[in-house]
């Protein structure tokens, strides 16, 4: 790079336009949306799609709500020309949508358009020429009024084949390319002109395409340069005023958005940005920027996924991960304090409320997505992200301490790997921690009885191989557990709920222990269809994963029972 870019670049001069009136306004309709998929995107790929994927391509934005389809550039090669035959010989174009097709402003170009588009019922007719300074300079060689005169003469060509044929309705477009370089009141000068040639009225209106063809200056400047065109040109009242914004700044949707404030009531784009270079203005996150605002776009991207792998598969680029609101990680948070807020948020949304979920600016189900993706796990997360995994895919709601114990657990497991953790693998990891935790006692089964108003039980259970049942009485089946046990532990919470799903179990139990020689408390869980039994194992899971944290003497406090010892004098023990 160069110490001093002054000498080679130099800032795009401000717009003299004291009195814009654009910062102001508020977008509160969608424009008339044209998709150029099939021409300035399809001009800017590998391989230009074939006839069946242009056709697959058209198909769906007809479905997702397009009405203006740039189709080809029919005069450029046999492809463009057979599509644009096909469409309407095979009658694929539905009553509401209008085909588009450009051309350069040359007689034997606009000729041959005029060909491909026999028996159209509307067709827009796309003339183009360059009007910049370089341009006129480099590729044209010609003078200001010389190029006029290019645009004007393409339209009395385009007028006279037009009035020829008038079972056709036709519309002319008119674009003064580099329009984001041309000196303003000569754009203004060659499109009056065109449109003096054309004579449109409110009734059969024209368009005015203004565009971006490269993305010069900030978007300020380009929503200036709308304004400064939207209040100068001759019949504005009979214009359709389009933008069509390329990204090479990567500021084209920005721009697009403040040049509908400044007065375009059109844009052209791609889905998902494809077209040349840094491509054409991505028309997926023009409308669902609109949408988040309460404006429906009237585009239909309610399947996003389906659009994008289908735009994938015709144009053979992939959509990065993290493309505003297609991108596979758009509805995803990795990081702890974002999955806490996102999974607080989502508690408390209610259906028929304005959507308020904190870093989700968009309800991902309005997008045909789930929000299986949205929270993932590696080790820049936190109890939040792991307990939203284990709730949303096993049904599983952990109570908040335990939310912050098993947390522990899952960091050793993502620092261990160093990579993503799934919601199976924090299963796994779950199961391993609390249910396995069958050492050195193993729950078999109960019996219960009543003793006046206490509990009685007659628990088996399995230490070093050896079976043996346990009696014990207390204030409920826990209660009677642990005494039967004799173990020195205090109960200080318990909590149990149905399981949904993800498991055969159809109840959770958790209860919370603490113990001499234990920091803090340790948590113990059952999971069983009887829940008298899941609140047995989690009080055996509970007791041994704290016998596995004490070390000494207080370890035999809190497992008392010696496989050694007769059964009659273990009951006598405890009691
Ligand atoms: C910004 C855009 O995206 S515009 C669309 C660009 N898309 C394409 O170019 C894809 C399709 N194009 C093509 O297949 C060809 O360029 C064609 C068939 C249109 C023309 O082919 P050719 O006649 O061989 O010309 P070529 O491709 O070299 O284009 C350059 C010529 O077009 C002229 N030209 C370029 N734009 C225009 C225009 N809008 N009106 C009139 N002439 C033009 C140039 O001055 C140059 O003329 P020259 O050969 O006399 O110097
Ligand atoms: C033909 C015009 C509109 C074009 O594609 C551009 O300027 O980018």
């Not at 340790?522 to 999971?527: D, E, P, R």
């Amino acid at each position: 790079m160069l110490k001093r870019p002054e000498q080679k670049y130099r800032a795009f001069a401000p717009i003299p336009l004291a009195d814009r009136t654009w910062p102001d306004r508020v977008i509160t309709a969608p424009p008339v949306w044209m998709s150029t998929d099939l021409r300035d995107g399809n001009q800017a790929l590998f391989e230009p799609m074939d006839p069946e994927r242009k056709l697959r391509m058209f198909r769906m934005l007809t479905e997702i709500g397009f009405k203006e389809i740039e189709v080809a550039f029919p005069s450029a090669s046999q492809t463009d020309f057979d599509f644009v035959r096909r469409l309407i010989e095979e009658d694929h174009i539905p009553e509401d949508v209008t085909i588009e097709v450009l051309t350069q402003s040359r007689e034997h170009l606009i000729r041959r358009t005029f060909e491909s588009l026999a028996g159209a019922r509307r067709a827009i007719v796309h003339l183009y020429n360059a009007t910049a300074p370089t341009f006129r300079r480099t590729v044209f060689n010609m003078s200001k009024e010389e190029v006029l005169a290019l645009a004007v003469s393409g339209t009395h060509l385009i007028r006279e084949l037009a009035e020829a044929r008038p079972e056709t309705e036709w519309v002319l477009q008119y674009s003064p390319e580099t329009f984001s370089a041309t000196e303003l009141d000569y754009a203004l000068e060659v499109c009056d002109a065109v449109s003096a040639a054309w004579e449109p009225t409110p009734e059969r209106k024209m368009i005015f395409n203004l565009p971006a063809t490269v993305e010069m200056a900030t978007p300020n400047i380009f929503a200036d340069q709308v304004e400064w065109m939207h209040r100068r040109l001759a019949r504005r009242d009979a214009i359709v005023l389009s933008v069509h914004p390329h990204n090479d700044r990567g500021t084209a949707v920005a721009a697009s958005e403040l040049a509908l404030m400044a007065g375009a009531d059109r844009v052209e784009g791609c889905l998902f940005g494809n077209g040349e270079r840094t491509g054409n203005v991505d028309i997926v996150t023009l409308a669902l920027n609109l949408y988040s605002q309460g404006v429906h776009p009237g585009l239909d991207l309610s399947d996003v996924s389906r659009v994008a792998r289908t735009v994938e598969d015709c144009t053979q680029l992939p959509i990065h991960p993290r493309h505003p609101y297609v991108g596979d990680l758009v509805f995803t948070a990795f990081s702890g304090s974002h999955q806490d807020a996102i999974r607080k948020g989502m508690a408390v949304q209610r259906a028929g409320e304005h959507w308020e979920v904190p870093y989700l600016p968009v309800d991902p189900h309005d997008l045909g997505r789930t929000y299986d993706s949205i929270i993932r796990v590696n080790s820049q997360s936190g109890k939040g992200g792991v307990a939203y995994l284990l709730e949303h895919s096993y049904g599983l709601a952990l109570p908040r301490r335990l939310q912050v114990e098993f947390s522990g657990a899952v960091q050793r497991l993502t620092d261990a790997t160093g990579h993503e953790v799934s919601a199976g693998d924090i299963w796994r990891c779950f199961e391993a921690e609390y249910l396995a935790a069958d050492d050195p006692l193993t729950f078999v089964g109960h019996h219960l009885s009543e003793h006046g108003d206490q509990q009685g039980i007659a628990l088996d259970i399995r230490i070093d191989g050896r079976e043996m049942t346990l009696h014990g009485v207390g204030n409920g089946p826990i209660d009677a557990a642990v005494h039967a046990l004799g173990a020195e532990v205090k109960v200080l919470s318990y909590a149990e709920h149905a399981l949904s799903q993800g498991s055969d179990a159809s109840a959770v139990a958790i209860v919370e222990l603490s113990a001499e020689g234990l920091p803090g408390s340790i948590h113990g869980v059952g999971m069983h269809a009887n829940i008298v039994t899941a609140s047995l194992r989690a009080l055996v899971s509970g007791i041994n994963r704290a016998h596995a944290r004490i070390a000494g003497p207080d370890r035999r406090r809190l497992v008392p029972v010696d496989p050694h010892m007769p059964e009659r004098d273990q009951a006598a023990a405890a009691r």
